[in-house]
């Protein structure tokens, strides 16, 4: 059985940071791409960050500077970096785990609905 466990949500000021970790199991993490998404509520999920198998990472423009994802393949594990976090990144985040990804000048990219799922960890921004 398949899991993508969130942790690392919460409550947060505006410039503050937050670190999102997602565990996974049933899955050979190394092979599988992963990737952060949000939602905002009455909206569909955007793709926030990505991180191939092999460790390239893309992102969202809004995110650009401001966030990092990281893998660690030995604990299985994905990370979301998110520093000078901004009002407008209140939303629920999600893991997600796909194992075919396609690349767009030189960065990967995800076009396809992701194989795997986390329940997802709200992250609300204070002003």
């Known amino acids: 059985q398949v899991q993508l466990v969130e942790s690392g949500g919460g409550l947060v000021q505006a410039g503050g940071s937050l670190r999102l970790s997602c565990a996974a199991s049933?899955?050979?993490?190394?092979?599988?791409?992963m990737a952060w998404y949000r939602q905002y509520p009455g909206k569909q999920r955007e793709l926030v960050a990505v991180?191939?198998?092999?460790?390239?990472?893309n992102y969202v423009d809004s995110v650009k500077g401001r966030f990092t994802i990281s893998r660690d393949n030995a604990q299985k594990t994905v990370y979301l970096q998110m520093n000078s976090l901004k009002p407008e990144d209140t939303a629920v985040y999600y893991c997600?785990?796909?194992?075919?990804?396609?690349?767009?000048?030189?960065?990967?990219?995800?076009?396809?609905?992701?194989?795997?799922w986390g329940q997802g960890t709200q992250v609300t921004l204070s002003s």
């Open positions: 997600a785990a796909d194992r075919n990804i396609a690349w767009r000048g030189g960065r990967p990219i995800i076009i396809n609905e992701p194989d795997f």
């Open positions: 049933g899955i050979i993490f190394s092979i599988y791409a």
């Open positions: 991180i191939s198998s092999g460790g390239h990472t």
